[in-house]
């Protein structure tokens, strides 16, 4: 495949960083809520993924996630869109059953490109026992790769992304900052063995994270990806609690703060700025700081609310594969804010 366009030339954008801004999506979805009585989560919802009960027991989960590349390499590409897409079905507590591919592509590239890509995908697949069973795909300006996953849960056993409880603990499970270091990337000013350590962070699973949940009294999950960790988190308060985020115990990749402080930024970050306005105050901490809280993440970390009193077990736990996850926060009484900084 010598002298093949990259996979990056026609690409504005990547990852996560694609998405609509959370405001403007706002309204788009509003009123869209369906009737059915067996949807236990539907559009109405900022959730992770849709729920729909299917006997006393169990309910399917379902979600969709696909996006332009954010890397050169075809199969590292489809593996991070992979396990970004499962990781909504992690997120909402469930067990990952089955997925389609979705896929648009340019008619003049080399089809070759596209079957990397699907292998990066189903490679991520196999590691999480999920069938590929299919897909749809199209010719496009622009590659586009991603899933629509299948699960399945104990509907008593669903996490939602909105319900801590006051004193829950909060743990992150992989460092912020892959947003940054990929502008970094794209201005050609990131160091190749920086970018590497992102982007083998974008390819885990969550799966061995998830997998531990079940042992603790979890309150709320969800997974940080294109809204970044402040408004992820201010999705979780929902207007009913603050939770305090401490900043020393953030886990980041040094090198996106070197870069932000370089003001190698993302337009979507912008956008989530926008969007929290004066419901996070973040005036008071370093701009770099704020560039991380806001940083578009691709395939980021679980973002799991849990009992005070099984945080550091649970901790221990998720860090025997996950290394770099920390207690970053807690949730506390509503105050003026609904994210304060300690």
Known sequence: MENLPSLLDNCATGGCGAKIGPGELAGILSGLQGSDKNLIVGPGSRDDAAVYRI???????????FF???????KSFGRIAAANAISDVYAM?????????????????????MR??????????SEA???VAGGHSIYDKEIKY???????????????????????????????????????????AARQTEVAEAVSGMERLNKYAAEK????????????????????LLEMTAENVTAEVYCADLPFFPAAREYAEEYLLT????????????????????????????????SGGLLIAVDPGQAEALLEDIRRDDPLAAIIGCIGRRREKEIIFG
Not at 68 to 74: E, F, L, S, T
Not at 116 to 125: L, N
Not at 277 to 289: C, I, K, Q, V
Request: charged letters at 20%.
């Open 55 to 65: 006997d006393d027991k169990r309910s399917l989960i379902s979600t969709i996630d």
């Open 68 to 74: 332009p590349p954010m890397v050169d390499d075809a």
């Open 93 to 113: 507590g469930g067990t990952p059953l089955f997925a389609l591919n979705i896929v648009c592509f340019p008619q003049t590239m080399d089809p070759g490109v």
């Open 116 to 125: 990397d890509i699907m292998e990066g995908g189903a490679e991520k697949c």
């Open 129 to 131: 026992g999920v069938s």
């Open 146 to 188: 991603g899933l629509c996953v299948t699960g399945i849960a104990e509907t008593d056993g669903i996490y939602r992304n909105n319900t801590p409880r006051k004193s829950d603990k909060l743990i992150l499970t992989k460092p912020l900052g892959t947003g940054i270091i990929l502008a970094a990337q794209r201005a050609g």
């Open 213 to 232: 949940l079940a042992r603790y009294d979890i309150g709320a999950c969800t997974d940080v990806t294109g809204f970044g960790l402040l408004i992820h």
């Open 267 to 298: 337009a979507a970050g912008q956008r989530n700025r926008n969007f929290a306005g004066s419901r996070a105050d973040t005036d008071g901490l370093p701009f770099w700081m704020q560039e991380l809280l806001f940083d578009p993440q691709t």
